[in-house]
């Protein structure tokens, strides 16, 4: 199998570049906020708890978030791979993944960083809030959210590295440019 993280702060195009991968290599996609957004949608009890987090524009809490993705792996158990869009977003989530993967006899293959200034991360995700309905595409959302990201996401890097999947991949480009980065990256290490 092989088993991708997408990561990068928000507006970094982690969900853009997932369905180039997705399409290309194959993989089953677990975006955990997508999950979340779904639950919302749905006004379950799960999704409850998760807007009061996302509006506000911090995390929901990682029991929550490990638990949500145990039973999502298990759906996708036969597929090519995972690619893991938007999680784990703290150091406590990489480690569980780690375990989680572990059991079943698997690991994350490769971890890609979409690398992204603060200026360009804005003004995308303004520009998304303009057409996408989302409660937390908004700029004081926003700021939160990417001080979140540099607080308690950015550690997740250092875990990747001492791991040896890490892979950084600039993030400004056209779609297909960065998509190219992501291949090469992808080829060089599922050889
Ligand atoms: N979120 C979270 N944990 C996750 C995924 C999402 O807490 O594993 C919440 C968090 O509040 C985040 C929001 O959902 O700001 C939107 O997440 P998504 O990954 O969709 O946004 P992106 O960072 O890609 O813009
Ligand atoms: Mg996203």
């Excluded at 145990?70 to 597929?79: D, G, R, V, W």
Aim: glycine letters at 10%.
């Amino acid at each position: 199998m092989l088993n991708v993280v997408i990561f990068g702060p928000p507006g970094s195009g982690k969900g853009t570049q997932s369905e180039q991968i997705i399409d290309y290599f194959g993989l089953g996609h677990i975006s955990t906020g997508d999950i979340l957004r779904a639950e919302i949608k749905e006004g379950t009890e799960l999704g409850k708890i998760a807007a009061s987090f996302i509006d506000r524009g911090e995390l929901v809490p990682d029991a929550t978030i490990i638990g949500m993705l145990e039973n999502k792996l298990n759906a996708l158990k036969s597929s090519k791979g995972v690619i893991f869009d938007g999680f784990p977003r703290t150091v406590a989530q990489a480690e569980a993944l780690k375990e989680m993967l572990a059991k079943r006899g698997e690991s994350i293959d490769v971890m890609l960083n979409l690398e992204v200034e603060r200026q360009e991360l804005i003004a995308r995700l303004l520009k998304r809030g303009e057409t996408s309905g989302r409660s937390d595409d908004n700029l004081e959302t926003i700021e939160k959210r990417i001080g979140v990201y540099e607080a308690q996401t950015a550690p997740v890097i250092d875990f990747y590295k001492s791991e040896g999947s890490y892979h950084g991949i600039r993030g400004v480009g056209s779609v297909s440019e960065i998509f190219e980065r992501i291949k090469e990256a992808i080829s060089a290490c599922a050889a």
